[in-house]
């Protein structure tokens, strides 16, 4: 789908949300095809050693995630590679993995900066249309790095299908990526919505609680599930707002607005270790980075973001 006839849909305005690539199923089960793509001389890589995105250097202060074959093969030898598709001027896109121990040496080289996927994406070092594509790539690419092994017999495991599958050589078992659904809410109850905290947050921020959806469960009941769970909040209507791909490793983000049933909070402090109700204009404040106790809210990156925005500036409701 090209830019103009894309719905403005809150989902796009997350991380790692804009993908404009044509992923072309159709050709990924023709090797001599999809090897001709490889060699085109508008084809374009983009770079992963281990976890760690390897960016090229651009005039004055750009950066890209695109390299040229040529420049790729500069960089050091290919553990995988994947084909993500054709970019919307048709031109071929891949990405291939590197050994994680060639990250510190790259670091040196001037032509490149190489930094972790969420500085990418926090700090904006990408356009946005190369960012997508740049998640798709590192989580297809960690889910191999993951599976060299069948779970059916323990065989090896090699890639099929332009990297989007891969086959057991002993028992010949099919293996495709998973992606882990996560639920994230914001519950709320009248004017005020329930924000906590984990111990491994930046000092000050609180975020919207979120849990796996485990076997058997939609994904309106694993909302009331994690809700009671984590906060001893039962919650009646569940409404989506809109979803994320998170590749950390490879999880795509659910996001509600729930309402909750009752006011009294019961953390699970295994899990949080702080949360209370906020008030709208805490939560206007915490938007703004102008709380007056410092408090704050997930950037722009983050779905968390995008529900919290929902409910305090544009007045959604579950």
Not at 148 to 161: E, I, K, L, N, Y
Not at 187 to 207: K, N
Not at 241 to 246: G, N, T, V
Request: aromatic fraction near 6%.
């Amino acid at each position: 789908m090209n830019d103009a006839s894309r719905p403005r849909e809150r989902s796009a305005l997350t991380g790692f949300a804009v993908n404009m690539l044509d992923r072309r199923e159709d050709l990924r089960n023709k090797p001599d095809a999809v090897n001709a793509l490889r060699h085109r001389s508008d084809t374009r890589i983009a770079v992963v050693a281990g976890e760690t995105p390897i960016l090229k250097r651009l005039d004055g202060e750009a950066l890209s995630v695109w390299f040229s074959h040529g420049e790729t093969q500069s960089l050091g030898d290919g553990l995988e590679e994947v084909f993500l598709g054709l970019a919307p001027d048709g031109a071929p896109r891949f990405a291939r993995l590197l050994d994680r121990s060639l990250a510190d040496g790259l670091r040196e080289r001037p032509e490149l900066f190489v930094t972790d996927l969420r500085s990418v994406a926090l700090k904006k070092l990408v356009p946005k249309d190369e960012l997508g594509p740049l998640g798709q790539g590192k989580a297809l690419l960690d889910w191999h790095a993951r599976h060299r092994f069948c779970a059916q017999c323990g065989g090896p495991t090699t890639s099929g299908a332009a990297g989007t599958k891969r086959e057991c050589s002993a028992c010949g078992a099919q293996h495709f990526p998973r992606t882990d659904p996560v639920v994230i809410m914001l519950v709320t109850r009248g004017e005020t919505c329930l924000l906590a905290r984990q111990a491994r947050f930046a000092p000050g921020m609180y975020s919207c609680i979120a849990g796996f959806i485990e076997p058997g469960e939609t994904f309106e009941d694993a909302v009331r599930r994690e809700s009671w769970e984590e906060a001893g909040l039962r919650v009646g209507t569940v409404r989506y707002i809109a979803s994320q791909p998170w590749p950390f490793p490879s999880s795509l983000m659910i996001g509600c607005i729930a309402e909750a049933l009752n006011d009294e909070i019961v953390l699970d402090t295994t899990e949080l270790e702080a949360g209370r109700w906020f008030k709208r204009d805490e939560a206007l404040q915490m938007l703004e980075s102008a709380h007056p106790d410092g408090l704050t809210s997930p950037q722009h990156l983050a779905i968390a973001h995008t529900l919290l925005r929902a409910w305090a500036i544009e007045g959604e409701r579950a």
